[in-house]
C-alpha cells in the first residue's frame, strides 16, 4: 500500500528557529505539493514540483520559507527563521502528472508545527 | 484565478441524506475533485467529476454541472464515521498548472444518532 510520508509528525520550536521538514513521495509520481492548513485559511497551496523542478510556490512567502527536491524520493520544506503565525499543519501530496481520475494528489499524514 | 465556495457546516442525523454543494469560477477546467477529511488526518480521495453528470460510488455520489460551475456531493445513509470535513477542490489545467487542485474552505458535517 503506497503513501506519502512525512517526518517529523509533530514539532515545537522557538521562535526564530529553523525548522525542517521532509516528504518522501510515493514511488513514480512525479509531481509534489506543499500545503499548509489552518483553520483560519484552510488549505493553501505553498509549492509544486514537477519532476523536481519548482513550478508554482507563489503562495510561499520568499523571505523565509523555501522548498526543494534534492532527488526523487525526497522533497523538504525549510522555515527560517520561523514565527508564531507560521504554527500549522503543512502536507505534503504527490501525485502523477495527468488528466485522469488516477492523476488526483494522495496527501501524506502531515506535519503539526507549532511554533511559541 | 479560482473561487470556490462551499457551506461551512451542515448536520444532518445518522442514516439520512446530506447533500454539499459547490460552486466555483475558473479558466481552464480540467475536473473537480472530493475529498474528507477526519479531524486531526490527511484529506482522502473520494470522487472525482470531469464531465458532467452523476458518479456514484456505494454510499457516496458525486453531481458535476460544467456549465453552471456547480457540483455537489451526497452523501446518503449517514453513518457516525462519516462526521469529517468535506473538501471541493477544482484542478485547471495549463502548461503551468499541470494537475495543480484548488481547494474550497472545506463543509463540516456532523452526524448526529
Known sequence: DARVTQTPRHKVTEMGQEVTMRCQPILGHNTVFWYRQTMMQGLELLAYFRNRAPLDDSGMPKDRFSAEMPDATLATLKIQPSEPRDSAVYFCASGRLGLAVADTQYFGPGTRLTVL | ?113
Open chain 2, 1 to 113: 484565478g479560482q473561487n470556490i465556495d462551499q457551506p461551512t457546516e451542515m448536520t444532518a442525523t445518522e442514516g439520512a441524506i446530506v447533500q454539499i454543494n459547490c460552486t466555483y469560477q475558473t479558466s481552464g477546467f480540467n475536473g473537480l475533485f472530493w475529498y474528507q477529511q477526519h479531524a486531526g488526518e490527511a484529506p482522502t480521495f473520494l470522487s472525482y467529476n470531469v464531465l458532467d453528470g452523476l458518479e456514484e460510488k456505494g454510499r457516496f455520489s458525486s453531481f458535476l454541472s460544467r456549465s453552471k460551475g456547480y457540483s455537489y456531493l451526497l452523501l446518503k445513509e449517514l453513518q457516525m464515521k462519516d462526521s469529517a470535513s468535506y473538501l471541493c477542490a477544482v484542478r485547471a489545467w495549463g502548461r503551468a498548472a499541470g494537475n495543480k487542485l484548488t481547494f474550497g474552505g472545506g463543509t463540516r458535517v456532523l452526524v448526529k444518532p
